[in-house]
């Protein structure tokens, strides 16, 4: 498996995420805590709070969401 390579570009985001990632680690909990230490901020994209995954946002305001362990 290739490891993703992430690019940045000139221009800011303006519309919906042409890409979302979900992340599935072993742990949720660690790893929305590991993610918030580098700098992604928990985000609000319409949940209701019964789900069980998080969603995050990179510092340019990309979401993603962080999957609960099976």
Known sequence: ???LLFLAVPETK?????????????????????????????TDVGQDGTEDWVVLADPEGNEFCVLSAD
């Open 14 to 42: 303006s519309v919906k995420n042409r890409l979302h990632l979900d992340l599935a680690p072993g742990d949720q909990a660690r790893e929305v805590e590991r993610l918030v230490a580098l700098g992604a901020v928990r």
């Open 1 to 3: 498996m290739r490891p």
